[in-house]
C-alpha cells in the first residue's frame, strides 16, 4: 500500500536555528497537508497545498514557516528561527479531493 | 466553542466490553466526517469514514446525526490491541480540504 513518508524521523536544533522536514507524498495525490502535534495536545491543522500554490494556512502558519514542493516527489516544511514552543511532532499527510487524509510516521521536531 | 468536542477519557474497559465514544462538532455545514485511530507518539491513522446512514466495519459501528450535530464511534468486543486514542475528525464545508481535528478519547482496554 502506497504510504506517506517523513524524514528525518526525530530533529534536535537549537533555538533561532532554521530546520528543513521532508515529505514524500503518495503519488498520485493532490492535496498535500502539514499538521503539528504539541505533547498531550491535538492535532493541529498549519497550511494546505494544491496545484502548487498554498490552498489555506492557520494562524500557526506565520512568516517563520514556509513549504515548497520543490520536485515532482517532496514537500518540505521550513521553520526560519525555530523557537522553543515549535517543539511537537509533525506529520505530513497528503489526500485526493474531498477524501480522507493519509499521514506520515511524522517527524519529532527537539527545539532546545 | 470548540470546532470538534470530545470527552478526553480515558475509557477504562475490559476485555470483551463494548464502548462507545462521542463526539459534537461546531458548523452544521460540515461535509465529511471521520474515525481515526492514534496510537501513542504515532501518526493518525484512518479507521472509518462515517456516513449519513450509519456504516459498519467489524466491530465498529460509526453513526452520523447531522440535526444533533454529533457522531458516534461503537466498538463491540474489545480487544486489547484497541487501546489507542480515538479522533472525531470533520471536513467542514468551506474549510477548503483539510481535516479538523477533535482533542480525542483515549482508550485502555485491560485483562
Known amino acids: 500500500e502506497p504510504e506517506v513518508t517523513q524524514t528525518p524521523s526525530h530533529q534536535v536544533t537549537q533555538m533561532g536555528q532554521e530546520v528543513i522536514l521532508r515529505c514524500v507524498p503518495i503519488?498520485?495525490?493532490?492535496?498535500f497537508y502539514w499538521y503539528r502535534q504539541i505533547l498531550g495536545q491535538k492535532v493541529e491543522f498549519l497550511v494546505s497545498f494544491y496545484n502548487n500554490e498554498i490552498s489555506e494556512k492557520s494562524e500557526i502558519f506565520d512568516d517563520q514557516f514556509s513549504v515548497e514542493r520543490p520536485d515532482g516527489s517532496n514537500f518540505t516544511l521550513k521553520i526560519r528561527s525555530t523557537k522553543l514552543e515549535d517543539s511537537a511532532m509533525y506529520f505530513c499527510?497528503?489526500?485526493?479531493?474531498?477524501?480522507?487524509?493519509?499521514f506520515g510516521n511524522g517527524t519529532r521536531l527537539t527545539v532546545t | 466553542r470548540k470546532e470538534v468536542e470530545q470527552d478526553p477519557g480515558p475509557f477504562n474497559v475490559p476485555e470483551g466490553a463494548t464502548v462507545a465514544f462521542n463526539c459534537t462538532y461546531s458548523?452544521?455545514?460540515?461535509?465529511?466526517f471521520f474515525w481515526y485511530r492514534q496510537d501513542c507518539r504515532k501518526e493518525p491513522k484512518l479507521l472509518m469514514s462515517?456516513?449519513?446512514s450509519g456504516n459498519e466495519d467489524g466491530r465498529f459501528t460509526a453513526q452520523l446525526n447531522r440535526a444533533s450535530q454529533y457522531i458516534s464511534l461503537l466498538i463491540r468486543d474489545s480487544k486489547l490491541s484497541d487501546s489507542a486514542t480515538y479522533l472525531c475528525?470533520?471536513?467542514?464545508?468551506?474549510?477548503?480540504?483539510?481535516?479538523?481535528f477533535g482533542t480525542g478519547t483515549q482508550l485502555k482496554v485491560e485483562l
Open positions: 458548523n452544521s455545514a460540515s461535509q465529511s
Open positions: 462515517v456516513y449519513s
Open positions: 475528525v470533520v471536513r467542514f464545508t468551506g474549510g477548503g480540504n483539510k481535516l479538523t
Open positions: 499527510a497528503s489526500s485526493d479531493p474531498n477524501s480522507p487524509l493519509h
Open positions: 503519488s498520485n495525490h493532490l492535496y
